[in-house]
T-cell receptor, first 111, second 113 residues
Framework: DAKTTQPTSMDCAEGRAANLPCNHS???????VYWYRQIHSQGPQYIIH???NNETNEMASLIITEDRKSSTLILPHATLRDTAVYYC????????????FGKGTMLLVSP | DAGITQSPRHKVTETGTPVTLRCHQT?????MYWYRQDPGHGLRLIHY???????DKGEVSDGYSVSRSKTEDFLLTLESATSSQTSVYFC????????????FGEGSRLTVL
């Protein structure tokens, strides 16, 4: 299964944009990139996914490089409630939508 | 709200006792999953189901069994609980919109003494 690499932790000031990078250099042509987050003591929450075009929804934007080897999740105006662990995931090839979670990036949003 | 309910939410038990965790969904989704989460290991897949009576093992299935006798319920059983199975257990269902979009329950915290 393809792997992803994310920084262990990042800090962001409240109200500023949070840009969370992810490297996925071994991604194959038809693999989507998924982003989840997990707020302390809660279950993971789906945020967004993309293949090769940039995507935006009510939670975030996803920018994928042209070569698809990396992506950036953008929270345009981070709030304290965005403090969480963010996971960048490439679904397994099992065909059953099993996901392998790495260690993710701990984003701390401060006042 | 994906309509997932886990029970019990908290349980303390003793080594050697059987434990069953229940995941209930109201959305009639085909795919269901059990994960465990431990400090230093993150989320790891225990078992998953792709239909009634159709289940398969995940990354850390030893010591666990599952059953899916009806669409809405996915049961995780620890036949003889050990202290190494102290963990937070999350159930998930697969949404209908995309391959990797899962919806997770609120978790069940199990402590084995």
């Amino acid at each position: 299964d393809a792997k992803t690499t994310q920084p262990t932790s990042m800090d962001c000031a409240e109200g500023r944009a949070a840009n969370l990078p992810c490297n996925h250099s071994t991604i194959s042509g038809n693999e989507y990139v998924y982003w989840y987050r997990q707020i302390h003591s809660q279950g993971p929450q789906y945020i967004i996914h993309g293949l090769k075009n940039n995507e935006t929804n009510e939670m975030a934007s996803l920018i994928i490089t042209e070569d698809r080897k990396s992506s950036t999740l953008i929270l345009p105006h981070a709030t304290l409630r965005d403090t969480a662990v963010y996971y960048c995931i490439l679904p397994n090839h099992s065909g059953y939508s099993t996901l392998t979670f790495g260690k993710g990036t701990m984003l701390l949003v401060s006042p | 709200d994906a309509g997932i309910t886990q029970s019990p939410r908290h349980k303390v038990t003793e080594t050697g006792t059987p434990v069953t965790l229940r995941c209930h969904q109201t959305e009639n989704h085909r795919y269901m999953y059990w994960y465990r989460q431990d400090p230093g290991h993150g989320l790891r897949l225990i078992h998953y189901s792709y239909g009634v009576k159709d289940t398969d093992k995940g990354e850390v299935s030893d010591g666990y069994s599952v059953s899916r006798s009806k669409t809405e319920d996915f049961l995780l059983t620890l036949e003889s609980a050990t202290s190494s199975q102290t963990s937070v257990y999350f159930c998930a269902i697969k949404g209908t919109h995309s391959t990797g979009e899962l919806f997770f329950g609120e978790g069940s915290r199990l402590t084995v003494l």
